[in-house]
């Protein structure tokens, strides 16, 4: 066979296994959709999150290594996750304000835990603020419903998650990332224990907030303000380190 036939014959057979995996994947794009609409405004549809994690899929085909390590299916999970992700953050619902009394929540959280040395209480949290119950839980509910994520805040603009499979040309930045994923492991580490166990089953176990909330025995609403409390914590937390 010539080399011109050789070269012909291997790229079909990349491009049969680029096929095949993206057929035999697509109801893991289903199934991620799904559990990303649990917890997004019903103003997100389906079919948008459904294309764009199509998009990570082929993407993810193309691109996937078996000498990285991961399987094709964790590879692909994060590819067809940030692909949604991407298409959350360009269409992003959210006014400015939502954002910016996020980032205060966590400024506020960063001077109390400084301050006493350990977690910071609500109380303490709406003290700092000078807000009252009513609208901490507001800042609270908006800005678990804002974003899944909102990585700018974290000090970033690249799906932590991403990182772990997508990997850098540039040395600098593969050790920046290194870093950011330290500090972010670090910083869930440090969580009182109910925030981790429900980051835990909300990104880990791919739970939504009513199926956590069933477990814990506690509302919705209440796993969805300790999500938004355990990001306040990390931004906070990180923006410290």
């Known amino acids: 066979m010539g080399t011109a036939a050789a070269y012909s014959n291997t790229e079909g057979q990349v491009a049969n296994i680029s096929n095949e995996l993206v057929q035999t994947h697509t109801p893991l794009v289903k199934r991620i959709a799904h559990h990303l609409i649990g917890r997004l405004p019903t103003s997100v549809m389906a079919d948008d999150m459904i294309q764009a994690g199509m998009l990570g899929l082929l993407d993810a085909a193309r691109r996937y290594d078996t000498g990285q390590g991961a399987s094709f299916e964790t590879y692909a999970t994060l590819r067809i996750r940030g692909a949604m992700i991407d298409e959350l953050r360009r269409n992003d ?36 603020m000078g807000i009252s119950s009513e609208e901490y839980h507001k800042i609270l509910r908006d800005s678990c419903n804002s974003k899944i994520f909102n990585f700018d805040d974290l000090g970033t603009d690249t799906d932590p998650l991403s990182m772990i499979a997508g990997g850098s040309a540039n040395p600098l ?33 791919e739970l939504n907030l009513r199926e956590i909330g069933q477990i814990l025995g506690v509302s919705e609403s209440r796993i969805s303000q300790i999500l938004s409390r355990s990001y306040a914590r990390l931004r906070a937390r990180l923006n410290d380190s």
């Open 93 to 128: 619902w959210a006014p400015k304000s939502v954002h910016r009394k996020a980032r205060n929540l966590s400024a506020a959280v960063q001077v109390v835990e400084n301050r006493t040395g350990r977690d910071a209480r609500d109380e303490e949290i709406m003290a700092e």
């Open 173 to 205: 930045d593969e050790l920046e990332d290194e870093r950011f994923r330290r500090r972010l492991t670090e910083a869930i580490a440090s969580l009182p224990e109910r925030e981790r166990m429900v980051l835990s089953m909300y990104y880990d176990k």
